[in-house]
């Protein structure tokens, strides 16, 4: 009987069946994304042209509780133009009390804030990162409703381009002078491809991460990997 009575995660591994002719196949897969109706999940190059929309998949997830689920599901739509990227139906058995758009993961790294009122450029360490948007601590007053440019550093050298917008702020407990912000972003007029990128890349930095969330690529003593600190 299928079992999802508890929701895996981002990085969480899985392995899909699907049927290719006469044979089964089965493809190594990780989850990418999770919202109220769709898996998302990344395979291997070798495995991008297995599936199709429409294609029934047996999927398996070994959660990071150690507890493997399993569930019959299909292929909805490729997201972005790799083909590694597929978006399954979210099994109906598969409940959550989420009310998130987008399952988040836990990500420090470095952000550059430049918001449309004055041009100032401002650093930001992320907490938590989405398909959907992210929330950073950051010294720059902005307001709700605020928009901006932002350049999101997935990798030291690999910046990802986008806008945002100011939806939520707080102040940030760790900090007694109140001067630094908690800032919630969603993400403005992403692209297919931006948010197959996005997710890609959570997937891929949340599996190497430190206990305060720091990719490994953030240790290795260049200047830029030290904001993220």
Request: net charge negative.
């Amino acid at each position: 009987m299928d079992d999802f009575s508890n929701e895996p995660a981002i990085k969480d591994r899985a392995t899909l069946e699907t049927q290719l002719g006469p044979n089964k196949v089965v493809d190594d897969a990780t989850i990418a994304n999770l919202t109220a109706e769709e898996v998302w999940v990344v395979v291997g190059a070798s495995a991008a042209g297995h599936f199709g929309p429409g294609s029934a998949v047996r999927m398996v997830v070994v959660t990071s509780y150690s507890r493997s689920l399993s569930a019959g599901t299909s292929v909805r739509r490729l997201v972005g133009r790799s083909g590694r990227m597929i978006a399954l139906d979210r099994p109906e058995n598969w409940t959550s009390s989420s009310r998130r758009a987008n399952g988040r993961v836990q990500l420090a790294i470095p952000a550059y804030l430049r918001p449309d009122t004055d041009g100032t450029v401002a650093s930001a360490r992320t907490t938590n990162i989405s398909v959907g948007g992210f929330h950073c601590i950051t010294d720059l007053p902005v307001s709700v409703g605020d928009q901006m440019a932002v350049s999101l550093m997935f990798t030291p050298t690999d910046p990802f381009e986008c806008r945002a917008q100011v939806v939520r702020l707080s102040e940030d407990a760790d900090e007694p002078s109140h001067l630094r912000l908690v800032a919630a972003l969603r993400f403005m007029n992403l692209t297919v491809a931006d948010e197959a990128r996005v997710a890609e890349a959570l997937t891929a930095l949340s599996i190497e991460t430190d206990a305060t969330a720091i990719p490994v690529a953030w240790h290795r003593g260049d200047a830029a990997g030290g904001q993220a600190r």
